[in-house]
Protein backbone atom coordinates (compact mmCIF):
# COMPACT_ATOMS: atom_id res chain seq x y z
CA UNK A 1 0.00 0.00 0.00
CA UNK A 2 1.19 3.50 -0.95
CA UNK A 3 2.19 5.95 2.28
CA UNK A 4 -0.69 8.52 0.74
CA UNK A 5 -3.46 6.10 0.75
CA UNK A 6 -2.37 4.40 3.63
CA UNK A 7 -2.58 7.68 5.61
CA UNK A 8 -5.62 8.47 4.31
CA UNK A 9 -7.44 4.99 5.56
CA UNK A 10 -5.96 5.68 8.66
CA UNK A 11 -7.35 9.01 9.11
CA UNK A 12 -10.55 7.32 8.03
CA UNK A 13 -10.54 4.66 10.42
CA UNK A 14 -9.29 6.89 13.53
CA UNK A 15 -12.04 9.55 12.68
CA UNK A 16 -14.58 6.79 12.95
CA UNK A 17 -13.34 5.21 16.04
CA UNK A 18 -14.09 9.08 17.72
CA UNK A 19 -17.60 8.88 17.01
CA UNK A 20 -18.14 5.06 17.43
CA UNK A 21 -16.15 5.20 20.67
CA UNK A 22 -17.91 8.43 22.45
CA UNK A 23 -18.50 7.64 25.92
CA UNK A 24 -21.88 8.14 27.43
CA UNK A 25 -21.04 10.59 29.75
CA UNK A 26 -20.52 14.79 28.74
CA UNK A 27 -17.15 15.73 29.79
CA UNK A 28 -15.40 19.73 29.56
CA UNK A 29 -12.21 20.19 29.06
CA UNK A 30 -10.31 23.85 29.50
CA UNK A 31 -7.47 25.12 27.45
CA UNK A 32 -5.26 28.75 27.13
CA UNK A 33 -3.00 29.85 25.18
CA UNK A 34 -2.37 31.17 21.17
CA UNK A 35 -4.80 33.51 19.91
CA UNK A 36 -2.92 31.93 16.59
CA UNK A 37 -5.34 28.74 17.73
CA UNK A 38 -8.58 30.47 18.08
CA UNK A 39 -10.27 31.24 14.41
CA UNK A 40 -9.56 27.25 14.27
CA UNK A 41 -10.78 26.10 17.73
CA UNK A 42 -13.68 28.83 17.54
CA UNK A 43 -15.18 27.04 14.67
CA UNK A 44 -14.54 23.74 15.31
CA UNK A 45 -15.22 23.14 18.68
CA UNK A 46 -19.01 23.73 17.87
CA UNK A 47 -18.43 20.40 15.28
CA UNK A 48 -16.46 18.45 18.18
CA UNK A 49 -19.56 19.15 20.76
CA UNK A 50 -22.43 17.69 18.11
CA UNK A 51 -20.19 14.74 16.97
CA UNK A 52 -19.19 13.75 20.96
CA UNK A 53 -21.18 15.57 23.43
CA UNK A 54 -17.89 17.10 25.40
CA UNK A 55 -17.53 20.72 25.44
CA UNK A 56 -14.53 22.50 24.51
CA UNK A 57 -13.55 25.99 26.46
CA UNK A 58 -10.64 27.92 25.50
CA UNK A 59 -9.64 31.11 26.34
CA UNK A 60 -6.90 32.20 24.44
CA UNK A 61 -4.80 35.01 26.23
CA UNK A 62 -1.33 34.46 23.85
CA UNK A 63 1.47 31.79 23.81
CA UNK A 64 2.95 32.88 27.40
CA UNK A 65 -0.30 32.23 29.11
CA UNK A 66 -1.14 28.96 27.90
CA UNK A 67 2.55 28.27 28.98
CA UNK A 68 2.04 29.54 32.04
CA UNK A 69 -1.28 27.93 32.42
CA UNK A 70 -0.26 24.32 31.73
CA UNK A 71 3.04 24.96 34.03
CA UNK A 72 0.38 25.83 36.67
CA UNK A 73 -2.05 22.74 36.01
CA UNK A 74 -4.45 25.35 35.78
CA UNK A 75 -5.69 23.67 32.05
CA UNK A 76 -6.25 20.38 30.95
CA UNK A 77 -4.43 21.54 27.63
CA UNK A 78 -2.91 24.70 26.34
CA UNK A 79 -1.66 25.72 22.62
CA UNK A 80 1.31 27.55 21.88
CA UNK A 81 3.48 29.08 18.83
CA UNK A 82 6.70 28.16 20.15
CA UNK A 83 8.19 25.75 22.63
CA UNK A 84 9.70 26.47 25.98
CA UNK A 85 12.93 28.10 26.41
CA UNK A 86 12.61 27.56 29.92
CA UNK A 87 10.86 26.60 33.04
CA UNK A 88 9.81 23.10 30.93
CA UNK A 89 6.80 21.70 33.46
CA UNK A 90 7.72 18.60 34.70
CA UNK A 91 5.43 16.57 32.34
CA UNK A 92 4.90 17.73 28.94
CA UNK A 93 4.38 16.94 25.44
CA UNK A 94 4.42 18.87 22.04
CA UNK A 95 1.58 18.24 19.29
CA UNK A 96 1.95 19.78 16.19
CA UNK A 97 -1.79 20.47 15.28
CA UNK A 98 -2.08 23.69 14.04
CA UNK A 99 -0.65 24.71 10.75
CA UNK A 100 -1.36 28.01 9.28
CA UNK A 101 0.44 31.13 8.16
CA UNK A 102 1.02 34.36 9.43
CA UNK A 103 -0.23 37.06 7.36
CA UNK A 104 1.09 40.66 6.97
CA UNK A 105 -1.98 42.67 6.62
CA UNK A 106 -2.70 46.66 6.10
CA UNK A 107 -4.27 49.43 5.47
CA UNK A 108 -4.16 51.66 2.03
CA UNK A 109 -7.95 52.16 0.81
CA UNK A 110 -6.33 53.52 -2.64
CA UNK A 111 -4.61 50.61 -3.30
CA UNK A 112 -6.35 48.12 -5.15
CA UNK A 113 -4.31 44.58 -5.47
CA UNK A 114 -2.14 43.07 -3.09
CA UNK A 115 0.89 44.50 -2.25
CA UNK A 116 4.73 42.92 -2.48
CA UNK A 117 7.08 43.08 0.32
CA UNK A 118 10.31 41.44 0.51
CA UNK A 119 12.17 40.84 3.99
CA UNK A 120 14.21 43.01 4.20
CA UNK A 121 11.68 46.25 3.43
CA UNK A 122 9.46 43.85 6.25
CA UNK A 123 12.43 44.44 8.44
CA UNK A 124 12.77 48.13 8.16
CA UNK A 125 9.03 48.75 8.26
CA UNK A 126 8.71 46.60 11.71
CA UNK A 127 11.56 48.06 12.96
CA UNK A 128 10.83 51.96 12.61
CA UNK A 129 13.40 52.70 9.51
CA UNK A 130 10.93 52.70 7.29
CA UNK A 131 8.17 55.33 7.63
CA UNK A 132 6.01 56.08 4.70
CA UNK A 133 4.61 53.88 2.46
CA UNK A 134 5.77 56.01 -0.86
CA UNK A 135 9.35 54.75 0.53
CA UNK A 136 11.67 54.01 -2.19
CA UNK A 137 12.33 50.63 -0.86
CA UNK A 138 8.61 49.72 -0.60
CA UNK A 139 7.91 51.14 -4.18
CA UNK A 140 11.05 49.10 -5.43
CA UNK A 141 8.98 45.82 -4.43
CA UNK A 142 6.24 47.01 -6.20
CA UNK A 143 7.39 47.93 -9.93
CA UNK A 144 8.91 44.73 -11.01
CA UNK A 145 8.47 41.37 -12.32
CA UNK A 146 7.05 38.82 -9.87
CA UNK A 147 7.04 35.37 -10.33
CA UNK A 148 4.04 33.21 -8.31
CA UNK A 149 3.24 30.02 -8.26
CA UNK A 150 -0.05 28.20 -8.31
CA UNK A 151 -1.33 24.87 -6.21
CA UNK A 152 -3.40 22.02 -7.67
CA UNK A 153 -6.86 22.07 -6.06
CA UNK A 154 -9.64 19.69 -5.34
CA UNK A 155 -12.97 19.68 -4.25
CA UNK A 156 -13.96 17.89 -1.05
CA UNK A 157 -16.86 17.11 0.59
CA UNK A 158 -17.24 17.21 4.39
CA UNK A 159 -20.20 18.19 6.99
CA UNK A 160 -20.38 21.11 8.58
CA UNK A 161 -23.41 21.66 10.73
CA UNK A 162 -24.98 18.54 10.06
CA UNK A 163 -25.02 19.10 6.66
CA UNK A 164 -22.72 18.12 3.55
CA UNK A 165 -20.47 20.99 2.16
CA UNK A 166 -18.26 21.54 -0.45
CA UNK A 167 -14.65 23.17 0.24
CA UNK A 168 -11.70 23.53 -2.02
CA UNK A 169 -8.83 21.98 -0.71
CA UNK A 170 -5.09 22.02 -1.97
CA UNK A 171 -3.85 18.53 -3.07
CA UNK A 172 -0.80 17.24 -1.27
CA UNK A 173 1.46 14.93 -2.20
CA UNK A 174 2.54 11.72 0.38
CA UNK A 175 4.63 13.99 2.20
CA UNK A 176 2.11 16.80 2.98
CA UNK A 177 3.84 19.12 0.16
CA UNK A 178 1.47 20.38 -2.09
CA UNK A 179 1.57 20.00 -5.73
CA UNK A 180 2.31 23.05 -8.29
CA UNK A 181 0.18 23.24 -11.00
CA UNK A 182 2.42 26.19 -12.66
CA UNK A 183 4.48 29.01 -12.40
CA UNK A 184 4.05 32.69 -14.01
CA UNK A 185 5.25 35.90 -14.04
CA UNK A 186 3.81 39.38 -14.61
CA UNK A 187 5.15 43.04 -14.49
CA UNK A 188 3.57 44.66 -10.93
CA UNK A 189 3.56 48.74 -11.15
CA UNK A 190 1.70 49.63 -7.87
CA UNK A 191 1.51 53.51 -6.68
CA UNK A 192 1.86 53.60 -3.15
CA UNK A 193 0.50 56.51 -1.58
CA UNK A 194 2.36 59.26 0.24
CA UNK A 195 1.07 58.32 4.20
CA UNK A 196 2.04 57.36 7.22
CA UNK A 197 2.79 53.75 8.64
CA UNK A 198 1.26 53.34 11.61
CA UNK A 199 2.74 49.80 12.70
CA UNK A 200 0.78 47.82 15.36
CA UNK A 201 2.41 45.09 17.15
CA UNK A 202 1.78 42.69 20.06
CA UNK A 203 2.79 43.94 24.27
CA UNK A 204 1.63 40.14 24.96
CA UNK A 205 3.75 36.99 25.24
CA UNK A 206 3.11 35.64 21.90
CA UNK A 207 4.43 32.79 20.12
CA UNK A 208 3.38 34.61 17.07
CA UNK A 209 5.66 38.03 17.39
CA UNK A 210 8.50 35.26 18.37
CA UNK A 211 7.80 33.32 15.00
CA UNK A 212 7.30 36.50 12.63
CA UNK A 213 10.59 37.76 14.32
CA UNK A 214 12.36 34.86 13.81
CA UNK A 215 11.61 34.88 10.19
CA UNK A 216 12.94 38.21 10.43
CA UNK A 217 15.97 38.09 11.84
CA UNK A 218 16.35 34.23 9.86
CA UNK A 219 15.53 35.55 6.14
CA UNK A 220 17.79 38.75 6.53
CA UNK A 221 20.19 36.61 7.69
CA UNK A 222 24.21 37.40 6.06
CA UNK A 223 24.08 40.29 3.89
CA UNK A 224 21.05 41.69 6.04
CA UNK A 225 21.34 40.91 8.84
CA UNK A 226 21.76 44.05 10.85
CA UNK A 227 18.59 44.85 9.87
CA UNK A 228 17.47 42.30 12.32
CA UNK A 229 20.20 41.11 14.65
CA UNK A 230 18.47 40.38 18.00
CA UNK A 231 17.41 36.72 19.00
CA UNK A 232 13.75 36.50 18.89
CA UNK A 233 11.55 36.09 22.03
CA UNK A 234 7.87 36.12 22.43
CA UNK A 235 7.98 40.12 23.48
CA UNK A 236 8.10 41.84 20.20
CA UNK A 237 9.62 44.96 21.42
CA UNK A 238 12.08 42.94 22.92
CA UNK A 239 13.78 41.50 19.21
CA UNK A 240 13.42 44.94 17.43
CA UNK A 241 16.75 46.38 16.46
CA UNK A 242 15.07 50.39 17.52
CA UNK A 243 13.31 50.63 20.75
CA UNK A 244 10.24 51.20 19.38
CA UNK A 245 8.83 52.28 22.27
CA UNK A 246 9.91 55.53 21.53
CA UNK A 247 8.42 55.88 18.26
CA UNK A 248 5.34 57.98 18.00
CA UNK A 249 3.63 56.02 14.91
CA UNK A 250 4.12 52.14 16.81
CA UNK A 251 0.80 50.97 18.75
CA UNK A 252 1.01 48.06 20.93
CA UNK A 253 -2.05 46.03 21.56
CA UNK A 254 -2.51 42.80 23.11
CA UNK A 255 -3.61 39.87 21.23
CA UNK A 256 -4.12 39.53 17.46
CA UNK A 257 -7.97 40.67 17.58
CA UNK A 258 -6.60 43.84 18.65
CA UNK A 259 -3.64 44.24 15.72
CA UNK A 260 -6.61 43.19 13.15
CA UNK A 261 -8.99 45.83 14.59
CA UNK A 262 -6.40 48.72 15.31
CA UNK A 263 -5.40 47.83 11.60
CA UNK A 264 -8.74 48.47 10.37
CA UNK A 265 -9.37 51.39 12.13
CA UNK A 266 -6.32 53.15 11.24
CA UNK A 267 -5.71 54.01 7.13
CA UNK A 268 -1.90 53.25 6.65
CA UNK A 269 -1.75 50.62 9.86
CA UNK A 270 0.32 47.65 8.89
CA UNK A 271 0.41 44.44 11.54
CA UNK A 272 0.59 40.54 11.53
CA UNK A 273 -1.23 38.03 12.63
CA UNK A 274 -2.59 34.51 12.12
CA UNK A 275 -4.70 35.12 8.43
CA UNK A 276 -8.08 34.72 9.61
CA UNK A 277 -8.03 37.54 11.13
CA UNK A 278 -7.18 39.19 8.52
CA UNK A 279 -10.14 38.09 6.30
CA UNK A 280 -12.76 38.24 9.45
CA UNK A 281 -11.90 41.93 9.41
CA UNK A 282 -11.67 41.92 5.26
CA UNK A 283 -8.23 43.65 5.03
CA UNK A 284 -6.00 42.83 2.43
CA UNK A 285 -3.19 41.00 3.13
CA UNK A 286 0.71 41.38 1.21
CA UNK A 287 2.45 38.68 -0.90
CA UNK A 288 6.17 38.14 0.49
CA UNK A 289 9.15 37.19 -1.51
CA UNK A 290 10.52 34.02 -0.32
CA UNK A 291 14.16 32.50 -0.80
CA UNK A 292 13.12 30.94 -4.36
CA UNK A 293 12.81 34.98 -5.14
CA UNK A 294 8.48 33.89 -5.71
CA UNK A 295 6.48 36.24 -4.19
CA UNK A 296 3.21 34.12 -2.31
CA UNK A 297 0.07 35.02 -0.56
CA UNK A 298 -0.82 33.51 2.74
CA UNK A 299 -2.10 30.27 1.64
CA UNK A 300 -2.25 26.65 3.23
CA UNK A 301 -0.58 25.70 0.26
CA UNK A 302 2.02 27.72 0.54
CA UNK A 303 2.25 26.94 3.83
CA UNK A 304 2.75 23.39 3.51
CA UNK A 305 5.28 23.68 1.08
CA UNK A 306 7.59 25.87 3.37
CA UNK A 307 7.09 23.34 6.97
CA UNK A 308 7.70 20.41 4.06
CA UNK A 309 11.48 21.51 4.36
CA UNK A 310 11.47 21.67 7.73
CA UNK A 311 12.89 19.21 10.52
CA UNK A 312 10.55 17.24 12.44
CA UNK A 313 12.22 16.78 16.21
CA UNK A 314 11.96 14.35 18.34
CA UNK A 315 9.43 16.21 20.42
CA UNK A 316 6.89 17.17 18.12
CA UNK A 317 8.36 20.27 17.43
CA UNK A 318 9.20 21.77 13.89
CA UNK A 319 12.14 23.92 12.74
CA UNK A 320 12.62 25.45 9.64
CA UNK A 321 14.93 27.11 7.43
CA UNK A 322 14.01 30.59 6.34
CA UNK A 323 17.21 30.66 3.68
CA UNK A 324 15.63 27.01 1.93
CA UNK A 325 14.77 27.52 -1.61
CA UNK A 326 11.53 26.05 -1.75
CA UNK A 327 9.38 26.76 -4.76
CA UNK A 328 6.05 28.20 -3.73
CA UNK A 329 6.70 28.90 -0.12
CA UNK A 330 5.59 31.08 2.40
CA UNK A 331 8.45 31.89 4.20
CA UNK A 332 6.13 33.26 7.42
CA UNK A 333 3.91 29.80 7.78
CA UNK A 334 4.14 28.13 11.36
CA UNK A 335 3.60 24.85 13.23
CA UNK A 336 1.72 25.66 16.48
CA UNK A 337 1.41 23.16 19.22
CA UNK A 338 -1.24 21.65 21.12
CA UNK A 339 0.30 21.20 24.91
CA UNK A 340 -0.29 17.93 26.61
CA UNK A 341 0.11 16.01 29.55
CA UNK A 342 1.17 12.39 29.31
CA UNK A 343 0.07 9.09 30.66
CA UNK A 344 2.75 9.74 33.27
CA UNK A 345 1.52 12.68 34.49
CA UNK A 346 -1.40 10.76 36.25
CA UNK A 347 -3.96 13.47 35.51
CA UNK A 348 -8.12 12.47 35.39
CA UNK A 349 -8.55 9.12 33.23
CA UNK A 350 -11.55 10.37 31.60
CA UNK A 351 -10.82 14.03 31.05
CA UNK A 352 -7.56 12.76 29.70
CA UNK A 353 -9.79 10.43 27.06
CA UNK A 354 -11.07 13.86 25.65
CA UNK A 355 -8.11 15.36 25.36
CA UNK A 356 -7.22 12.73 22.85
CA UNK A 357 -10.23 12.83 21.29
CA UNK A 358 -10.08 16.78 20.63
CA UNK A 359 -6.63 16.77 19.53
CA UNK A 360 -7.26 13.81 16.86
CA UNK A 361 -10.21 15.59 15.95
CA UNK A 362 -8.29 19.03 15.38
CA UNK A 363 -5.66 16.57 13.43
CA UNK A 364 -8.17 15.00 11.43
CA UNK A 365 -11.07 17.28 11.28
CA UNK A 366 -10.72 20.52 11.75
CA UNK A 367 -8.59 21.96 9.28
CA UNK A 368 -10.43 19.77 6.55
CA UNK A 369 -14.09 20.83 7.60
CA UNK A 370 -12.89 24.91 7.74
CA UNK A 371 -10.02 25.55 4.80
CA UNK A 372 -11.20 28.79 4.97
CA UNK A 373 -9.95 29.42 8.22
CA UNK A 374 -6.57 29.66 6.59
CA UNK A 375 -4.89 26.25 8.35
CA UNK A 376 -3.35 23.53 6.49
CA UNK A 377 -4.65 19.57 6.51
CA UNK A 378 -1.70 17.73 8.14
CA UNK A 379 -0.46 14.65 6.02
CA UNK A 380 2.66 12.68 5.56
CA UNK A 381 5.96 12.32 8.36
CA UNK A 382 4.11 15.55 10.38
CA UNK A 383 1.12 13.63 10.81
CA UNK A 384 2.57 10.82 11.58
CA UNK A 385 4.30 12.02 14.00
CA UNK A 386 1.23 14.23 15.73
CA UNK A 387 -0.63 10.68 15.88
CA UNK A 388 2.81 9.08 18.20
CA UNK A 389 2.09 12.20 20.13
CA UNK A 390 -1.31 12.40 21.47
CA UNK A 391 -0.71 8.66 21.82
CA UNK A 392 1.23 9.15 24.81
CA UNK A 393 -2.10 10.98 26.22
CA UNK A 394 -3.80 7.29 26.70
Known amino acids: MKLGKKVAVVAIATSSLILSSSPAFAAQINGSGATFAVPLIDACKVEFSKETGHTVNYTGGGSGKGRTDFTNNLVDFAASDAPYTSGFPAHLEYVPVYVAPIAIFYNLPTVKESIYLSASTLAQIFSGYITNWNDKLIATDNERTVKTVTYQTKKQVTTVGGKKVTKTVPVLDKKGKPIVKSTSEKVVNIDLPNQPITVYYRTDSSGTSENFAKYLKGANAGANERLWPKTASGTFSNTTPNNISTFFNFQGVSGSALVASGVKGKVGAIGYGEVSWATDNKLPVANIQNAAGEFTAPTAAGTSAFLGGGTINANGTVDVDYKKTISG ?26 VAQWHT ?14 YSQITGPLYDKAKSQIAKIK
Open 361 to 374: YLLDQCAMKFPEKG
Open 329 to 354: AYSLGIASYGLIYPESARKDAEKQKV
